[in-house]
Every structure is written in structure tokens, then in C-alpha cells.
């Protein structure tokens, strides 16, 4: 008696040469935007020499990028989906370039702190689109390979940035702890230029929950706020009058 013919079995789902430089290309974009949570704590001590800051100043420059960074994360990463996240990677990492660039050569303190806003909000395009264009990029079994990928470069860079940090502020200056991420980021943006595919989402219709976002970033803003400055205005019985626009207090 014959045997039935076996079905040959579907050849197994590799990425191609293409998706593995775009995981590359996503994979320096990453790395600079979590780098740069870290990189700043060993330069503090440089930093306060030269503008001569207050704690309270030092504080801002480490906690603003990721004041920034958490409260439009959510935001930027549905404005990706909706509007392409290619370009909303792109954007992101000129974004957190140019802040970076800010932060390199800022004259003062209170600029630095400004530059450091920056660069949170450059930080907060760029992440969620590297795991939307990975989820997009690829397939089946590679997807589960360049999503580890994906999370070991996010371990990694902030394991990096201390010492990196350290180690530019010590034989060079800590304005390179911000110039660094320059031709990253260049390398970056051409490179999502020429690989990254578009993609968006199609089925849903865009919306923005403005409540929402207000209410996060004053939430958490509160929060950081009162931990910050909360020795200089006093936490239970004023110390000094707090002042915004024409509301003071306490009255």
C-alpha cells in the first residue's frame, strides 16, 4: 500500500538584512534616549562648579527630562500610530538632537534646564515609535528575537550611562555627557531615513484625551514640584511666599 506524500513543512520566517539594520538604526535612537536618563547623575558635581547652582537647580537639570519624558510618552506614542511612525521617529530624535545641542552649550544653569525639557519631549517621540516599528518590522519568530533585542539595549544604555558620563566628565568636560548624542543621532535619522518602512494605524480614528494629558503632566509635575522645592517653600508651615502669575502663596 502506498504512502500518502508527506506536506513538506513551511520554510522557517527569517528577517531579512533590511529589518535587522532598521532594528539597528532603532536600537541607536533608543540607546541615546535612555543614556541620557543617567548620564547626568556623575556630571552634577562639574555642572554645579561652573554655574555655581543651587541643589534645588541641580535637582530640575536630573528630574525635568524625566518629568517630560513620562508625561507625553503615552501621547506621542498615539500620535505615531496615527500619523506614521517613521516620522514621528524622526522627528523625535531631531528633537533630542537638538536639545542636546542646547544642553552642549548652555550658558546657564536655568538654560540647561530648559534644554534638558527638550529633550525630554524628543525622548518622549522617539521610544514608543522604536517598539511600534519593531512590532510592525517584524514577524513570527523574529519578532520575539528583535524584541529581545529590543529590551536588552534599553537595559544595557542605562547601565552605560553612569559610566560614560563619567568617564566624558573626567577626560573631556560634562558638556560631551550631551554633545555625544550628536552623531548618534545623525546616524540615527539618516539611517531611519533610508531602512524604516512607514506604518500607521488605519482602523482607529485619531483622538486626543487633552484632559488627560493636562491632568498627568500636573500630577506628576505637583509631585516632582513638592519633592524639589518643597525644603525651600516649607511642607507644612510657609517658609517663603510661592508665586504664579498673579496668584500668591499663601495670601
Given at each position: 500500500?502506498?504512502?500518502?506524500?508527506?506536506?513538506?513543512?513551511?520554510?522557517?520566517?527569517?528577517a531579512t538584512?533590511?529589518q535587522?539594520?532598521?532594528?539597528?538604526?532603532?536600537?541607536?535612537?533608543?540607546?541615546?534616549?535612555?543614556?541620557?536618563?543617567?548620564i547626568?547623575?556623575?556630571?552634577i558635581?562639574?555642572?554645579?562648579?561652573e554655574?555655581?547652582?543651587t541643589?534645588?537647580?541641580?535637582?530640575?537639570?536630573?528630574?525635568?527630562?524625566?518629568?517630560?519624558?513620562a508625561?507625553?510618552?503615552?501621547?506621542?506614542?498615539?500620535?505615531?500610530?496615527?500619523v506614521?511612525r517613521?516620522?514621528?521617529?524622526?522627528?523625535?530624535?531631531t528633537?533630542?538632537?537638538?536639545?542636546?545641542?542646547?544642553a552642549?552649550?548652555?550658558?546657564t544653569?536655568?538654560?540647561?534646564?530648559?534644554?534638558?525639557?527638550v529633550?525630554?519631549v524628543?525622548?518622549?517621540?522617539?521610544s514608543?515609535?522604536t517598539?511600534?516599528?519593531?512590532s510592525?518590522t517584524?514577524?513570527?519568530?523574529?519578532?520575539?528575537?528583535?524584541?529581545?533585542?529590543?529590551?536588552?539595549?534599553?537595559?544595557?544604555?542605562?547601565?552605560?550611562?553612569?559610566?560614560?558620563?563619567?568617564?566624558?566628565?573626567?577626560?573631556?568636560?560634562?558638556?560631551?555627557?550631551?554633545?555625544?548624542?550628536?552623531?548618534?543621532?545623525?546616524?540615527?535619522?539618516?539611517?531611519?531615513?533610508?531602512?524604516?518602512?512607514?506604518s500607521?494605524e488605519?482602523?482607529?480614528?485619531?483622538?486626543?484625551?487633552?484632559?488627560g494629558?493636562?491632568?498627568?503632566?500636573?500630577?506628576?509635575?505637583?509631585v516632582?514640584?513638592a519633592?524639589?522645592?518643597?525644603?525651600?517653600?516649607?511642607?507644612?508651615?510657609?517658609?517663603?511666599?510661592f508665586?504664579i502669575?498673579n496668584?500668591?502663596?499663601?495670601?
Amino acid at each position: 500500500m502506498s504512502k500518502a506524500p508527506v506536506a513538506a513543512a513551511p520554510p522557517a520566517e527569517g528577517a531579512t538584512r533590511r529589518q535587522w539594520l532598521t532594528l539597528l538604526v532603532l536600537s541607536l535612537g533608543l540607546a541615546i534616549v535612555i543614556i541620557d536618563g543617567t548620564i547626568v547623575n556623575v556630571a552634577i558635581p562639574s555642572i554645579r562648579k561652573e554655574f555655581n547652582a543651587t541643589l534645588q537647580q541641580l535637582e530640575w537639570v536630573n528630574s525635568i527630562y524625566a518629568l517630560v519624558f513620562a508625561s507625553l510618552i503615552v501621547t506621542w506614542g498615539r500620535i505615531g500610530d496615527q500619523v506614521g511612525r517613521k516620522r514621528i521617529f524622526i522627528a523625535g530624535v531631531t528633537v533630542f538632537v537638538l536639545g542636546s545641542m542646547m544642553a552642549g552649550a548652555s550658558p546657564t544653569i536655568e538654560f540647561l534646564i530648559l534644554a534638558r525639557a527638550v529633550q525630554g519631549v524628543g525622548a518622549a517621540m522617539t521610544s514608543p515609535s522604536t517598539l511600534s516599528i519593531v512590532s510592525a518590522t517584524f514577524k513570527g519568530r523574529s519578532r520575539a528575537i528583535a524584541f529581545g533585542v529590543w529590551g536588552a539595549v534599553a537595559g544595557a544604555a542605562a547601565a552605560l550611562g553612569p559610566l560614560l558620563g563619567g568617564w566624558l566628565t573626567t577626560n573631556a568636560s560634562w558638556r560631551w555627557a550631551f554633545y555625544i548624542n550628536l552623531p548618534i543621532g545623525l546616524i540615527a535619522i539618516i539611517g531611519a531615513a533610508l531602512l524604516i518602512n512607514e506604518s500607521r494605524e488605519t482602523n482607529r480614528k485619531l483622538t486626543f484625551d487633552i484632559p488627560g494629558i493636562l491632568l498627568i503632566a500636573l500630577g506628576i509635575g505637583g509631585v516632582i514640584f513638592a519633592l524639589i522645592e518643597g525644603q525651600t517653600y516649607g511642607w507644612v508651615t510657609p517658609k517663603r511666599p510661592f508665586t504664579i502669575g498673579n496668584w500668591t502663596w499663601p495670601s
